[in-house]
C-alpha cells in the first residue's frame, strides 16, 4: 500500500497561482503513473493531471496552459503547479497512484479555494 500526503492548498485570488504537493512513502517502488483529481462540492471527481514514471503527461483541457504537473521520481513526489487560477478550479484536489499491478491508492486531499 502507498501512502500519500497532498500539501499546498489553500486560499487564493482568482489570477493567483498555487503549488500543490503530494508525497508518497510505503509501497512505492511499483509506482507507475501518479496524477491529481479534484472534486467540487456537489459534482463527481475528475481528472485534473497525470505523469507517468517517463513522465508523459495529460492534461484536463480545463486546465491546459495554466496547470503544470511535474514529479520528482527520487523523492517520490509529484507536484501541480497551478496559475491563473479561477474561481472555477475551487476543489478538494487529490492526488493518486497507480501501481503497475493496476493497484490505486488516494491521498485525502487538499482544499483550494479562488475566489472572485
Known amino acids: 500500500q502507498v501512502q500519500l500526503v497532498e500539501s499546498g492548498g489553500g486560499l487564493v485570488q482568482a489570477g493567483g497561482s498555487l503549488r500543490l504537493s503530494c508525497a508518497a512513502s510505503?509501497?512505492?517502488?511499483?509506482?507507475?503513473?501518479m496524477g491529481w483529481y479534484r472534486q467540487a462540492p456537489g459534482k463527481q471527481r475528475d481528472l485534473v493531471a497525470t505523469?507517468?514514471?517517463?513522465?508523459?503527461?495529460t492534461y484536463a483541457d480545463s486546465v491546459k496552459g495554466r496547470f503544470t504537473i511535474s514529479r520528482d521520481n527520487a523523492k517520490n513526489t509529484v507536484y501541480l503547479q497551478m496559475n491563473t487560477l479561477k474561481p472555477e478550479d475551487t476543489a478538494r484536489y487529490y492526488c493518486?497512484?497507480?501501481?503497475?499491478?493496476?493497484?490505486?491508492?488516494w491521498g485525502k486531499g487538499t482544499l483550494v479555494t479562488v475566489s472572485s
Open positions: 493518486r497512484v497507480v501501481q503497475w499491478n493496476g493497484r490505486n491508492d
Open positions: 510505503g509501497d512505492i517502488f511499483g509506482i507507475n503513473v
Open positions: 505523469i507517468t514514471t517517463a513522465g508523459s503527461t
